[in-house]
Nanobody, 120 residues
Framework: QVQLVESGGGLVQPGGSLRLSCAAS????????MAWYRQAPGKQREFVAG???????NYADSVKGRFTISRDYAKNTVDLQINNLKPEDTAVYYC??????????????WGQGTQVTVSS
């Protein structure tokens, strides 16, 4: 089994910062891409940032320059540094991993989500 567990969400004022973390654990052979998505109330889940196994990252236009994704390949973790938060960043943030399990088997895995609320 594979688990992705996020942490670091919370309530923050506009202009503030947060760091989200996600740890993947279980019967993992290798992880290709890891990413962060978010879903605001009443909206579809959307891509926020991703990072490949080679370290190449990409971002949604709405977060470029404010969000930074990073990854620890040895620990199977991915972080999202969020700066200059805006009310429109309020959402549940989900961690995603595209991985291969021990013994074979490819799959997409999601965390349970962590709430980020930006409000004064």
């Amino acid at each position: 089994q594979v688990q992705l567990v996020e942490s670091g969400g919370g309530l923050v004022q506009p202009g503030g910062s947060l760091r989200l973390s996600c740890a993947a654990s279980g019967s993992i052979f290798s992880i290709d891409a890891m990413a962060w998505y978010r879903q605001a109330p009443g909206k579809q889940r959307e891509f926020v940032a991703g990072i490949t196994s080679s370290g190449r990252s990409n971002y949604a236009d709405s977060v470029k320059g404010r969000f930074t994704i990073s990854r620890d390949y040895a620990k199977n973790t991915v972080d999202l540094q969020i700066n200059n938060l805006k009310p429109e960043d309020t959402a549940v943030y989900y961690c995603y991993a595209d991985l291969e399990m021990d013994g074979g088997g490819l799959g997409d895995y999601w965390g349970q989500g962590t709430q980020v609320t930006v409000s004064s």
